[in-house]
């Protein structure tokens, strides 16, 4: 009994996100998340040129400052070095438009340290992701910013640009017919999508770059493949399923897949291990969830988008899907059983 029981638990206890694993600890796995996401930061400068480098800079400055500020006013220990101001900040800036005026990521970036990460904690694990938080805010308080996008031009001196509306936006307002009078071919406008050539917020354009920073996660082991998978195969599936206009099973899933900031979020922000669940098959039931909410929001809702505000409503759901673990606690009795099958 006891001997199985242990089988069960060691089996179980690989099954838990790796928050600490031998060497490693949460410094260094904030710190090398911050460097997976250099080709995507890399990128954003590259398409979007000095507006990017702006953005980035404002972000991750207030949001140290901001820490530092809210660690000194709650009397705890100043813990900047940890890297997870720097993490916010830098995933708050790759999830803005180049066009946004600069006092909104400072807004953007007060919110999501001060509220997100320190107000809105239990035991000093935030309740929501806090960079998707700051978006989130920005996005009620500043709709048409936040919606107002530019082409790329690969050149670093770029300062104004043309606005123009993203893949999604033009599929939702005006269909697919549309779509491909401005990729002209579908072969086109996957490669525009995966190497990053199309409007979007600064960090999420670039398919390639994204999933060159999470493959190095994955092989480092600091996140796994069961809630960005499941994530985004749920999208695939569901906008293959229902997203055409001819009827069932006529939507483009790839086209979904590499949309949005869908692989953002899939592999950055719903794997943040104090926001989502620790068992993987609930991980399976995030990632699952989170998709078919995207889904949702981008067939039937308002926005064009819904990976923002999937992985805030299944942050609320995170708590609820760790109360299933328990602890096994080993009786008298459970020794005596056992004893007694060994015996027999």
């Not at 710190?31 to 702006?54: D, N, R």
């Not at 999208?235 to 006529?250: A, N, Q, R, Y």
Request: proline share 5%; charged share 15%; glycine share 8%.
């Amino acid at each position: 009994m006891i001997i199985s029981e242990q089988r069960k638990n060691k089996k179980r206890n690989r099954m838990f996100s790796p928050s600490v694993r031998g060497t490693e600890n949460m410094q260094k796995i904030t710190w090398t998340f911050s460097g997976a996401l250099l080709p995507a930061t890399l990128m954003s400068v590259y398409y979007f040129g000095i507006p990017a480098i702006q953005l980035i800079s404002i972000c991750i400055a207030t949001a140290l400052l901001c820490d530092v500020i809210m660690q000194w006013g709650l009397r705890k220990p100043v813990s900047v070095f940890d890297g997870k101001a720097v993490l916010i900040g830098l995933l708050l800036a790759l999830c803005l438009p180049s066009t946004v005026p600069l006092y909104m990521p400072v807004a953007g970036a007060c919110i999501a340290i001060i509220i997100a990460k320190h107000l809105l904690s239990i035991q000093g694990c935030p309740v929501f992701n806090p960079a998707l938080f700051g978006r989130a805010v920005l996005l009620f308080i500043f709709p048409g910013f936040m919606s107002s996008f530019t082409a790329p031009a690969a050149t670093l001196l770029i300062v104004d640009a043309k606005t123009t509306a993203t893949p999604l936006m033009l599929l939702k307002q005006e269909g697919m017919g549309r779509l491909l009078e401005v990729y002209h071919t579908k072969a086109a406008l996957y490669i525009d999508l995966l190497l990053g050539n199309r409007p979007g917020s600064i960090g999420e354009t670039s398919v390639v770059a994204l999933l060159l920073g999470a493959a190095f996660l994955m092989a480092k082991r600091y996140i796994t493949w069961h809630i960005p998978v499941s994530f985004i195969a749920t999208v695939g599936i569901l906008m293959w399923i229902f997203g055409g206009k001819e009827g069932l099973m006529t939507g483009d899933p790839i086209f979904h897949m590499m949309s949005g900031g869908l692989v953002l979020g899939a592999f950055f922000m719903a794997t943040d291990y104090m926001t989502t669940p620790t068992l993987r098959r609930d991980q399976i039931l995030f990632g699952v969830a989170c998709g078919s909410l995207t889904t949702l929001i981008r067939l039937k809702g308002g926005y064009p988008e819904g990976v923002l505000f999937a992985i805030l409503v299944m942050n609320c759901f995170t708590p609820l899907l760790d109360r299933r673990i328990k602890k096994r606690i080993f009786t008298a009795a459970d020794l005596a059983e056992f004893q007694n099958r060994k015996r027999n």
